[in-house]
């Protein structure tokens, strides 16, 4: 499987992740002691300031805290969804080609025999439940407290991964009209707990030892895949004829018509 990974985009990232983070904490530390000059004030200007800074500064770190932590829990936080996904896909045919970080909204995007993939991934390490399209964090007020200041809310992948699918679809519009792009969200965390009923996206784990999980999904799409192509037929005394029914796609020409339409665009 080749796997192009935007990874200017990572750094880049990253990077704004760790200012982010050293930036906040001289800003609260800041604030901090711009609020103890009152107990050592001794004029009215430096009394003055002592009052109104800390009402612009600690907000301003208060905030910018909480984009450091996303961006953490985005392009730092282990594991690596550039690299679970892969893990969780090897076997698969080598041509397919994974795009990571180059059609957002969708992160990923899977091409292969077996079809084209929009992945939405979730790093969240918690005990969720999704029931049709309905998404649920276990957990009272605290717990959802903590998710806040955590930034680590599940919000509805379902709906992010059909977003993401339907942009891919759109960049592919021009040279396959026809083509389906399927949805799939995946959670690359092994600690995530998942309670699965009937969702109208396949909900994955990376992790190919907990079930359900990418590698089995893909291998239940090829034996779908061989079992459309080969349909027996009665034929003399009962012996099977196949008919070869294909619906498998040519990744190398998908490939090619996405990153043609990604320059484009």
Do not use: C
């Not at 750094?11 to 000059?37: D, Q």
């Not at 001794?42 to 009052?51: A, I, K």
């Not at 895949?225 to 003399?236: Q, S, W």
Request: glycine share 6%; aromatic share 8%; net charge positive.
């Amino acid at each position: 499987m080749r796997i192009e990974t935007n990874t200017e985009l990572v750094k880049r990232n990253r990077r704004t992740a760790n200012l982010l983070f050293f930036f906040s904490m001289a800003v609260l530390i800041a604030g901090f002691l711009v609020a103890n000059l009152q107990l050592t004030a001794q004029d009215g200007l430096t009394l003055l300031l002592s009052v109104v800074l800390p009402w612009i500064v600690l907000p301003v770190g208060f905030i910018s805290t909480l984009f450091s932590v996303r961006m953490t829990n985005l392009w730092v936080r282990q594991p690596r969804p550039e690299k679970a996904i892969p893990a969780g896909l090897k076997g698969l045919s080598k041509r397919s080609i994974l795009y990571n970080y180059y059609h957002f909204p969708a992160r990923h995007v899977l091409i292969s025999p077996q079809g084209v993939f929009a992945i939405i991934t979730r790093y969240q390490d918690g005990i969720y439940s999704v029931d049709g399209d309905v998404w649920k964090s276990q957990g009272g007020l605290l717990s959802g407290i903590g998710r806040f200041f955590r930034r680590d809310a599940i919000g509805n992948p379902s709906e992010d991964a059909r977003k993401a699918a339907a942009h891919v679809k759109g960049l592919l519009a021009a040279k396959f009209p026809n083509i389906e792009v399927q949805p799939l969200v995946i959670f690359v965390d092994p600690k995530a707990r998942l309670a699965i009923n009937d969702p109208t996206i396949p909900v994955l784990y990376a992790d190919e030892n907990l079930e359900p999980n990418l590698r089995d999904y893909m291998r239940q799409l090829t034996q779908k895949d061989n079992e459309e192509e080969v349909a027996p037929v009665k034929k003399g005394k009962g012996k099977p004829e196949p008919k070869v029914e294909s619906g498998s796609i040519n990744p190398e020409q998908v490939a090619d018509a996405l990153e043609e339409a990604t320059i484009v665009s």
